[in-house]
């Protein structure tokens, strides 16, 4: 069975870092690969999305990439953190198409 | 611009009673509609998914319809318990590889 892995589970960073958060997916090949972000009060917020190695799709210009090196790892990362990018990151995948979207277990990220 | 839009904002409902969430969008041309369920400081985790050509979507206590004409869907929750207590997403898939979620429903079962 396919599972997706997340990590870490939470972060405090001070404004000015950088960021690296990475997600892998088992158990399948060549998934469809998303970052969201759901703010404090807000709903979910697709970041970027993968179809592919080295295909990323930015849906929000932010201070925040990604990149997908590998089949089934999906990196986000910052060069310099606001604290407008604290909230919860959430990885997820699909086989595209009319399949099912699947979640990890989220990053709690507060910058201070 | 596709919308969705879930009511009520939060719900709090006395152990064992039937109930119905529901989520409606503004463009009907969807793929597929799936309802998500949200534990405080977790994950989503997907409960049903209804295809465009579908009608209903049944898991246990569960059954999700969909009206795409009418632009709606419902999560219906038989014999609730207090382990449902969670908040509960819909999202629509307009033809691309992306969801469009909504705000959701939280939802509190006292015992």
């Known amino acids: 069975s396919q599972t997706i892995h997340q990590w870490p589970a939470t972060l405090v960073q001070p404004v000015g870092s950088p960021l690296s958060l990475e997600c892998t997916v088992e158990?399948?090949?060549?998934?469809?690969l998303y970052w969201y972000r759901q703010a404090a009060g807000r709903g979910l917020q697709l970041l970027f999305y993968?179809?592919?190695?080295?295909?990323i799709s930015s849906e929000v210009p932010q201070n925040l990439s990604a990149s997908r090196p590998q089949d089934r790892q999906f990196i986000l990362s910052s060069k310099k953190l606001l604290l407008s990018d604290s909230g919860f990151y959430l990885c997820a995948w699909s086989l595209g198409g009319n399949s099912p979207l699947h979640f990890g277990n989220g990053t709690r990220l507060t910058v201070t | 611009k596709q919308e969705v839009t879930q009511i009520p904002a939060a719900l709090s409902v006395p152990e064992g009673e039937n109930l119905v969430l529901n989520c409606s969008f503004t463009?009907?041309?969807?793929?597929?509609l799936q309802w998500f369920r949200q534990d405080p400081g977790k994950g989503l985790t997907s409960l049903l998914l209804i295809q465009s050509s579908q009608r209903e979507q049944t898991s246990g206590r569960l059954n999700a319809s969909l009206d795409k004409s009418s632009g709606r869907s419902t999560l219906y929750i038989a014999a609730s318990q207090p382990g449902d207590s969670a908040t509960y997403l819909c999202a629509v898939r307009p033809g691309t590889d992306k969801l469009i979620f909504g705000t959701g429903t939280r939802l509190q079962v006292f015992p």
């Open positions: 993968s179809v592919g190695i080295g295909q």
């Open positions: 158990g399948t090949s060549n998934p469809n």
């Open positions: 463009d009907s041309a969807i793929y597929n």
